[in-house]
């Protein structure tokens, strides 16, 4: 096996299980429902009336009596109109129909609509021809259909999308109690990092990590506050981690986290929590990219524990930490009952070779529907841990055991970090 000399390697849901034990999520606020997308819901919510509330027509056409149209075709006369929003005048009697648009009231005696497709004018001014025979409740949305007061309408738990949204404004339930969303500190390590349109000096690279984990964040729901680059210098770095568990709900670090001599940030966490409480880890998580890892969960003056994760350098590498452990993280902190992404199966249609070194490989992969209705994957490039097309490619991360790797047409879990094609 192709492992390091001396190297103790933990299982990725072994990381998962202590990083999300000690989160727990943030507390509850009140908000109005236009800003309530992608938030999880604090309590169950409750319709406080019908939904329809009337019963009202899903077509245009005409309200009569369903027993008038047993012997269709027939002649009725037309006794008013309903327009959506305005209310009946008469009742529909024995002979008679009402034309009606759609949404609007059913009219006291009715019982169901003839469809305005299947109708002509009468024979006559103010009379119209039913051609076909309907039953009873034909085009009638009845009151209550959907929800009936005091229905469930969306449980405690739910991540609110559109059609929440709309269905919690029919129902009347313009503020909603929700967690609150986290603010998520964004903070790069290095000496060799340059930010903004400048010249690169020989060993200097652009802050993409920083950029890219703030854009991740956006996508994810969260609120990213962008804390800056500061230099390998461990005064530096420690004031850097205390204005993020200041300032934030969670902080993501990247750099400063592997063995080497300038590696700052595990040393920093350390020191925190020895000074304020709290745990602090160094993992070697058993998968490629993003094997070093540091967490800690600091607590704060006011009593509140504020995960922080040291995330690697490497570009990819610190994308893929942040989808496989700070992701889940963050997610139970707003209050998802069910953190943990999704894996789902998919065809290999390439060879993913590899060699055992008793890692996961997390692949960057691009995810598309096949004919057969199977998802299919396919390399997305290069798989270096530096190599930022390939990430930037990948709509998924394929999941590949320690081993020799899969041939074509092998089944592989993944996990869509991005829209199936």
């Given at each position: 096996?192709?492992?390091?000399?001396?190297?103790?390697l933990?299982?990725?849901?072994?990381?998962?299980?202590v990083?999300?034990?000690?989160?727990?999520?943030?507390?509850?606020?009140?908000?109005g429902?236009s800003?309530a997308?992608?938030?999880?819901?604090a309590?169950?919510l409750?319709?406080?009336?019908?939904l329809?509330?009337?019963?009202?027509t899903?077509?245009?056409?005409?309200?009569?009596r369903?027993?008038?149209?047993?012997?269709a075709?027939?002649?009725l006369s037309?006794?008013?109109?309903?327009?959506a929003?305005?209310?009946?005048?008469r009742?529909?009697?024995?002979?008679?129909?009402?034309?009606?648009?759609?949404?609007?009231?059913?009219?006291?005696?009715?019982?169901?609509?003839?469809?305005?497709?299947?109708?002509?004018?009468?024979?006559?001014p103010?009379?119209?021809?039913?051609?076909?025979?309907v039953?009873?409740?034909?085009?009638?949305?009845?009151?209550g259909?959907?929800?009936?007061?005091?229905?469930?309408?969306?449980a405690?738990?739910?991540?609110?999308?559109?059609?929440?949204v709309?269905l919690?404004?029919?129902v009347?339930a313009?503020?909603?109690?929700?967690?609150?969303?986290?603010?998520?500190?964004?903070?790069?390590?290095?000496?060799?990092?340059?930010?903004?349109?400048v010249?690169?000096e020989?060993?200097?690279?652009?802050?993409?990590?920083?950029?890219?984990?703030?854009?991740?964040?956006?996508?994810?729901?969260?609120?990213?506050?962008?804390?800056?680059?500061r230099?390998?210098?461990?005064?530096?770095?420690?004031?850097?981690?205390r204005?993020?568990i200041e300032?934030c709900?969670?902080l993501l670090?990247?750099?400063?986290?592997?063995?080497?001599?300038?590696?700052?940030?595990k040393?920093?966490?350390?020191?925190?929590?020895a000074?304020?409480?709290?745990?602090?880890?160094?993992?070697?998580?058993?998968?490629?990219?993003a094997?070093?890892l540091?967490?800690?969960a600091?607590?704060?003056?006011?009593?509140?524990?504020i995960?922080?994760?040291?995330?690697?350098?490497?570009?990819?590498?610190?994308?893929?930490s942040?989808q496989?452990?700070?992701l889940?993280?963050?997610?139970?902190?707003?209050?998802?009952?069910?953190?943990?992404?999704?894996?789902?199966?998919?065809?290999?249609?390439?060879?993913?070779?590899?060699?055992?070194d008793?890692?996961?490989?997390?692949?960057?992969v691009v995810a598309?529907?096949?004919?057969?209705?199977r998802?299919?994957?396919?390399?997305?490039?290069?798989?270096?841990?530096?190599q930022?097309?390939?990430?930037?490619?990948?709509?998924?991360?394929?999941?590949?055991?320690?081993?020799?790797?899969?041939?074509?047409?092998?089944?592989?879990?993944?996990?869509?970090?991005?829209?199936?094609e």
């Amino acid at each position: 096996m192709d492992r390091d000399i001396g190297e103790e390697l933990v299982a990725l849901e072994q990381v998962q299980r202590v990083v999300l034990s000690s989160c727990q999520p943030l507390g509850l606020v009140e908000i109005g429902l236009s800003d309530a997308l992608g938030y999880v819901l604090a309590e169950d919510l409750h319709a406080a009336e019908d939904l329809p509330a009337f019963s009202n027509t899903a077509m245009d056409g005409y309200a009569v009596r369903a027993d008038d149209t047993i012997n269709a075709p027939v002649e009725l006369s037309v006794i008013g109109v309903i327009a959506a929003g305005t209310a009946p005048t008469r009742a529909v009697e024995p002979g008679t129909a009402v034309q009606i648009m759609t949404g609007a009231p059913i009219p006291p005696g009715a019982d169901a609509i003839a469809i305005v497709e299947r109708t002509e004018p009468g024979s006559s001014p103010g009379r119209v021809r039913i051609l076909d025979r309907v039953s009873s409740g034909a085009y009638v949305r009845a009151a209550g259909s959907d929800l009936r007061r005091g229905d469930l309408v969306a449980a405690a738990g739910t991540v609110v999308c559109p059609g929440h949204v709309s269905l919690l404004a029919s129902v009347d339930a313009s503020r909603i109690t929700v967690h609150a969303r986290p603010r998520v500190g964004v903070l790069s390590t290095g000496d060799e990092l340059v930010s903004g349109t400048v010249p690169l000096e020989l060993g200097q690279i652009r802050d993409s990590n920083r950029q890219g984990l703030l854009a991740a964040l956006q996508r994810d729901g969260f609120i990213g506050i962008d804390l800056g680059v500061r230099r390998d210098d461990m005064d530096a770095i420690s004031a850097g981690l205390r204005e993020g568990i200041e300032r934030c709900d969670a902080l993501l670090t990247s750099g400063g986290v592997s063995m080497g001599e300038f590696d700052f940030v595990k040393v920093a966490l350390q020191a925190l929590v020895a000074e304020s409480g709290g745990q602090a880890y160094q993992f070697k998580v058993a998968i490629k990219p993003a094997k070093p890892l540091s967490y800690a969960a600091v607590v704060r003056p006011d009593g509140r524990s504020i995960p922080v994760f040291g995330l690697p350098g490497n570009p990819v590498s610190s994308m893929v930490s942040y989808q496989v452990v700070a992701l889940p993280a963050l997610r139970k902190l707003a209050g998802h009952r069910s953190p943990l992404s999704r894996r789902i199966p998919a065809v290999a249609a390439d060879d993913f070779e590899r060699r055992p070194d008793g890692k996961l490989h997390l692949l960057r992969v691009v995810a598309a529907m096949g004919a057969d209705g199977r998802i299919i994957i396919r390399s997305a490039g290069q798989q270096g841990s530096h190599q930022l097309a390939a990430l930037a490619a990948a709509n998924a991360l394929a999941l590949i055991p320690d081993g020799v790797g899969v041939t074509t047409g092998s089944d592989v879990q993944i996990l869509l970090t991005g829209t199936l094609e």
